[in-house]
């Protein structure tokens, strides 16, 4: 599917691609696989192995499946992605942005400087995959707010102001990424 995207990408470079509207973060590392191997396809499908790979160690590592909803939670989350990885989509990218994203900011009581930097980058990588999270974010947030009434813990506290800041860290990168575009008048934020 992203073939002709990754094909304009190397040729053109990334200003251009941006320009276009291609999705950034799965171009960037399709493009660095394609160096070694020298093949379209098979470079957007290893780039979307390599997102489900990181994302399923990420959940072996912070949920420990002792039950058997966790483990029927993540083959749930791998079924959605494993299509992305046969189409070599950059939907697996955006899963491993906004899952991780979601896990470190409901997972954790306390929050430290690794989480904040976790989160954040989770942030940058799920807005410019998938721009129609903007939608997305005030119902994250809704959930979030219910999380929090369920957990009984309304305040604003650090670990809140934390993952705000993160998602406007994310907004502001991806603003700087779309530079190229902004310069050529197309102000929207938009990829495929």
Do not use: W
Request: glycine share 4%; net charge positive.
């Amino acid at each position: 599917i992203f073939i002709n995207e990754l094909k304009y990408f190397i040729e053109y470079g990334y200003s251009n691609a941006v320009i276009e509207g291609t999705s950034i973060p799965i171009m960037m590392i399709s493009s660095f696989i394609y160096k070694f191997i020298s093949d379209y396809s098979l470079a957007l499908r290893i780039s979307s192995c390599i997102c489900t790979f990181i994302l399923i160690v990420y959940l072996f590592y912070k949920i420990k499946f002792t039950n058997k909803a966790n483990i029927s939670h993540l083959l749930f989350l791998l079924g959605t992605a494993s299509t992305a990885i046969l189409g070599g989509q950059n939907d697996s990218i955006f899963f491993m942005g906004m899952l991780i994203f979601y896990f470190e900011a409901t997972l954790n009581d306390s929050i430290k400087k690794k989480n904040i930097i976790l989160m954040s980058f989770c942030s940058v990588i799920m807005i410019m995959s998938r721009p129609l999270i903007i939608i997305f974010i005030p119902i994250f947030f809704v959930g979030f707010s219910l999380y929090r009434i369920v957990k009984k813990d309304m305040t604003f506290n650090k670990k809140n102001k934390c993952v705000l800041g993160s998602i406007i860290i994310g907004l502001l990168i991806t603003t700087a990424a779309n530079l190229p575009r902004f310069i050529n008048d197309n102000f929207s934020i938009q990829s495929t």
